[in-house]
């Protein structure tokens, strides 16, 4: 608090004190989210009156997406980059961004550059392989998400996730019902991605394989965590009648 009142003091005697903004504005952001606001209002003041010292874009990219403000924090990133084009992880927040923003293009571009720079980190890796996917560029999505299932751990589970869905959307069904069996989420939560989002995947696999008894099971895995989702409600009584409808005629051939 000392060296907060020290820069509201120098801001007294100089409103227009550049150093004294700049000092201000970052000492509240340290305070934590419950002083963004005041932050950013303070360092867009500074870069105002010309201060380019780059930890402003750092912290102002920080404060607006924690804000929700995506398009803001990507360009106060990309301002901080200039000067340090190598920063791990402002580069990172940006691919982030990209994706998030729906820039593809613009995300894989960024996640090959930390790859080339980066080429043991499973986080890179993971996210380059999401891009690829998004890009359409299956072969090589593929081929991410097999190195991914080399760091073990969450990362190889959700990387058989990845690899599920890529083969449930390709219509190769047993091997999606085989690689969402393998992430390991049947029983146990899978970091990042909803327990329901395997089922879900489980489920149409099955139904597609005519595994009834089996599909059924999943998607009343997915209502337990989502009892409202209609799609989970009709394909659960579209698999109970197939079920019923099998049991049925195999009784008839005894």
């Known amino acids: 608090m000392a060296k907060i ?30 002083s963004y606001v005041e932050a950013i209002s303070v360092l867009e003041e500074a870069r105002e009156l010309g201060a380019l010292d780059p930890k402003i874009f750092y912290c102002l990219g920080l404060m607006y997406q924690e804000e929700g403000l995506y398009p803001f924090a990507l360009s106060e990133y990309k301002r901080f980059l200039r000067h340090y084009p190598e920063d791990k992880e402002v580069r990172l927040l940006t691919a982030k961004l990209y994706y998030r923003l729906g820039m593809l293009p613009d995300a894989l571009s960024e996640y090959e550059r930390l790859k080339f720079l980066n080429p043991k980190d499973p986080i890179i890796e993971e996210n380059l392989g999401l891009s690829l996917w998004g890009n359409k560029h299956l072969d090589r999505a593929l081929a991410s998400f097999g190195q991914l299932k080399i760091y073990g751990g969450d990362f190889a589970r959700r990387a058989e996730f990845y690899l599920g869905q890529i083969a449930l959307d390709a219509g ?83």
């Open 172 to 254: 190769k069904y047993q091997e999606a019902a085989d690689h969402f069996a393998l992430c390991g989420a049947v029983n146990a939560e899978l970091p990042g991605i909803p327990v329901q989002r395997v089922h879900t995947g489980l489920g149409m696999a099955f139904q597609k394989l005519g595994r009834w008894e089996e599909a059924k099971a999943s998607w009343e895995t997915v209502l337990k965590a989502e009892p409202k989702d209609s799609k989970a409600q009709s394909a659960l009584r579209e698999a109970a009648r197939r079920l019923a409808a099998a049991k049925k005629a195999a009784l008839k051939k005894k």
């Open 5 to 34: 009142s020290g820069a509201q003091d120098r801001l007294r005697a100089n409103p227009q004190d550049i150093g004294a903004l700049v000092d201000l504005g970052t000492l509240l952001f340290e305070k934590g989210p419950a």
